[in-house]
């Protein structure tokens, strides 16, 4: 059974490849660079701290785009071409499939991540760049997990994408959510403690993404083993609690 999720997972990551992935993340990150040069010959002070904080910011939302975008739309192709019914027909349980998918896209969001890594090299030391490179890593694991449980549970390319950017949306800004929300505490009405309640339940359902790849690890290179180990538990939670919805929803389809 690990053979056939080994293969499924190479396959998944060749179909990347094959499909000129890399060549856009090079394209992206050359974009990024020109950009954010761009800016720091306009800025009149603390440019480089600027170019490196727009670097940062842009690269993790091109690596999260282009995860979510490649997950749903290739898992949208293989069930358009009859290829999720072929596998299921084989005599393997539907874990193996599920578990050879996630692999795949785990090992794809390793480019992205060392790539827009060493772009990091330019800004910060070493250890700061591969702090950021791995909370990168991370996030992509995360969103990739979310996407193929929108895949299975909602079937069309253009829902699950909408939820998969929703969802990662709501993650990087619930927790300036919260502060706003508790900031205005001492003043709020029935509706306003009403919405704060509903943002607390929020913050404990969702991911903090605001404290993955942070930009001022690059800008003033703050990162700490502290923070990643909070992103790394964060990550084996929502990964597997992703993983075992997508399980359950995987088994009770008719295919």
Not at 67 to 93: C, Q, Y
Not at 139 to 164: D, G, K, N, R, Y
């Amino acid at each position: 059974m690990m053979r056939a999720a080994t293969t499924i997972a190479r396959y998944t990551l060749l179909e990347a490849l094959r499909n000129r992935l890399l060549w856009l993340l090079l394209i992206l990150a050359l974009g990024a660079v020109a950009v954010s040069g761009f800016l720091d010959a306009l800025a009149l002070t603390e440019s480089r701290q600027l170019q490196a904080a727009l670097l940062g910011a842009v690269l993790r939302l091109a690596a999260v785009f282009l995860i979510a975008t490649f997950v749903v739309t290739s898992m949208a192709r293989e069930a358009s071409d009859k290829g999720l019914e072929l596998l299921l027909a084989l005599p393997m349980p539907r874990a193996v499939y599920l578990f050879g998918k996630l692999a795949g896209y785990a090992a794809l969001a390793v480019l992205p991540a060392a790539l827009f890594g060493a772009l990091g090299l330019f800004f910060a030391p070493p250890a700061q760049a591969g702090l950021w490179a791995l909370s990168l890593l991370c996030e992509c694991w995360i969103v990739a997990a979310f996407s193929v449980l929108c895949m299975l549970t909602l079937s069309q390319v253009l829902p699950a994408l909408a939820a998969a950017f929703a969802f990662y949306l709501l993650a990087r800004v619930v927790g300036a959510l919260q502060l706003l929300g508790h900031g205005a505490t001492l003043v709020a009405g029935a509706s306003q403690r009403a919405l704060n309640t509903g943002i607390d339940g929020l913050s404990l359902l969702l991911p903090h993404f605001d404290q993955f790849t942070r930009s001022d690890w690059l800008v003033y290179h703050s990162g700490t083993g502290a923070e990643l180990g909070y992103v790394v538990a964060q990550t084996a939670i929502y990964v597997a609690l992703m993983a075992a919805a997508a399980l359950f929803d995987l088994y009770r389809k008719d295919l």
